[in-house]
T-cell receptor
Framework: AQSVTQLDSQVPVFEEAPVELRCNYSSSVSVYLFWYVQYPNQGLQLLLKYLSGSTLVESINGFEAEFNKSQTSFHLRKPSVHISDTAEYFCAVSGSGNTGKLIFGQGTTLQVKP | EAQVTQNPRYLITVTGKKLTVTCSQNMNHEYMSWYRQDPGLGLRQIYYSMNVEVTDKGDVPEGYKVSRKEKRNFPLILESPSPNQTSLYFC????????????FGEGSRLTVL
């Protein structure tokens, strides 16, 4: 069975500081990995995804994540955060079989302080 | 505008009173799914549908029903709600049935007293 573990439930940082949100997964088959972001009182939006190819993937708002197969990790990073990055972030892995199910981690709340 | 629309957004009800949360998407997506979000547990899949008249259980289907009579709609039915179904519910859809971006509705916060 596949699973996702987000190692931090809350990450407080000051504005303009770097941040890393950690995600580890377990799977016995090839995986596809995703990061979704949930702003307050909104649904989830795709931030970035790894399907194949380059192990470093980037989003349009400065986040990046690196797929590390040997460490079974897909950590999310940003070199300088803004107040507007305050949100909950979910790591997800595609399920096995052909159902296309996404299995989500527990979520990490990023709190950016001025 | 491409979107997934859920109604109601907020609902307070009492134990045993049947309710339906509607979900509609305007993107002609084949795949639709319902998730519930609970603190510390992330999102867990309730039911999913690969296409019209094709539905299957997710990880936490007990106490829920769904139907997919039209491609755009995927209602979630709670026949006899109980307090442990108090949660934030999300409907999501995706083009095709393989791997790809899930598009989420804005959520329906349900409280069962």
């Amino acid at each position: 069975a596949q699973s996702v573990t987000q190692l931090d439930s809350q990450v407080p940082v000051f504005e303009e500081a770097p941040v890393e949100l950690r995600c580890n997964y377990s799977s016995s088959v090839s995986v596809y990995l995703f990061w979704y972001v949930q702003y307050p009182n909104q649904g989830l939006q795709l931030l970035l995804k790894y399907l194949s190819g380059s192990t470093l993937v980037e989003s349009i708002n400065g986040f990046e994540a690196e797929f590390n197969k040997s460490q079974t990790s897909f950590h999310l990073r940003k070199p300088s955060v803004h107040i507007s990055d305050t949100a909950e972030y979910f790591c997800a892995v595609s399920g096995s079989g052909n159902t296309g199910k996404l299995i989500f981690g527990q979520g990490t709340t990023l709190q950016v302080k001025p | 505008e491409a979107q997934v629309t859920q109604n109601p957004r907020y609902l307070i009800t009492v134990t045993g009173k049947k309710l339906t949360v509607t979900c509609s998407q305007n993107m002609n997506h084949e795949y639709m799914s319902w998730y519930r979000q609970d603190p510390g547990l992330g999102l867990r899949q309730i039911y999913y549908s690969m296409n019209v008249e094709v539905t299957d259980k997710g990880d936490v289907p007990e106490g829920y029903k769904v139907s997919r009579k039209e491609k755009r709609n995927f209602p979630l039915i709670l026949e006899s709600p109980s307090p442990n179904q108090t949660s934030l519910y999300f409907c999501a859809s995706r083009l095709g049935t393989g791997v790809g971006e899930l598009f989420f509705g804005e959520g329906s916060r349900l409280t069962v007293l």
